[in-house]
């Protein structure tokens, strides 16, 4: 991503934020919108950047959160519905909301490779459509299991963020699906007793783009079980997030050429891709 010399800059507002993520994840794994052990509701990412916008002069002078998009199949968010408090956030809490079901993920691309891209690639023309109709600068990925195209990222490259549960750089680096589970087995077998969180640019390869920010302060303890550890990881994931941002709003030049010059729709719907 080209970023032009600060003087010739023009500032439009603090920078347009959309959060991406999916509720089966958050709410099922994650326990987003249930009762903690101390009774209250088990407060999200999402819940903790608005109040962290509408308290903190620093992010909330700098972002705006303007839309939320998750990718639930309609069967998962049924099911969520009936046996959960849905949406995981407090009524009060007013954002601007897209489910895109991510049905590409029904097929196998293995053996149906064709179909399998077109779904993708339908996939993310709507998605492409709603960051415009909102008018993102920004993505900010948690928990959603979207992997962004090489297409997709010709647009977002330098734009899009990604929040991962634990490092994913150097020789403690776990990425992935399963960093949690890998933490806790990485401990059993040679007695590494920490793990934390990365806010990092995304590329073309998962979990591997430059680090915004990470943190490795979380401790790992004998008895843990991945849902224990997955809590008590939680409050370092949202330290590392918010951090993250701060840096980003820190660096002037970035910020003002995210906000002065948009991106533009991925895709063009109707037109083949070359």
Do not use: C
């Not at 489910?99 to 029904?106: F, Q, S, V």
């Not at 959603?144 to 490259?157: A, K, N, R, T």
């Not at 040679?190 to 590329?203: E, L, M, P, W």
């Amino acid at each position: 991503m080209w970023f032009p010399g600060e003087d010739s800059i023009e500032h439009r507002g603090p920078t347009r934020l959309v959060y991406i993520t999916r509720l089966a994840e958050v709410m099922g794994d994650e326990r987003v919108g249930q009762i903690g052990p101390d009774g209250e509701l088990f407060q999200g990412s999402l819940e903790r950047i608005g109040r962290s916008l509408a308290t903190d002069q620093v992010l909330g002078d700098n972002y705006e959160l303007v839309g939320v998009l998750y990718d639930d199949l309609p069967e998962n968010l049924e099911r969520l519905e009936a046996e959960l408090q849905f949406p995981p956030w407090p009524q009060e809490f007013s954002v601007n909301e897209r489910n895109i079901p991510g049905d590409y993920m029904r097929v196998s691309r293995r053996e149906h490779p064709n179909r399998w891209r077109e779904m993708k690639r339908d996939f993310e023309v709507d998605v492409s459509n709603y960051l415009n109709e909102v008018g993102a600068d920004m993505a900010l990925n948690d928990s959603g299991l979207w992997i962004m195209s090489p297409e997709f990222l010709e647009v977002w490259s330098g734009r899009a963020i990604n929040l991962h549960p634990a490092i994913t750089q150097g020789p403690t680096r776990l990425r992935g699906l399963t960093p949690t589970s890998d933490a806790i087995r990485r401990y059993r077998e040679t007695g590494y007793n920490r793990t934390g969180a990365t806010v990092h640019f995304i590329d073309e390869i998962i979990d591997n783009g430059p680090i915004i920010y990470s943190q490795e302060s979380t401790p790992i303890f004998p008895d843990d079980t991945i849902e224990s550890l997955r809590i008590r990881n939680y409050d370092t994931k949202q330290e590392v997030l918010e951090q993250g941002l701060r840096q980003l709003a820190m660096d002037n030049t970035f910020m003002q050429a995210v906000r002065a010059y948009p991106p533009q729709t991925a895709y063009k719907v109707g037109v083949e891709s070359e």
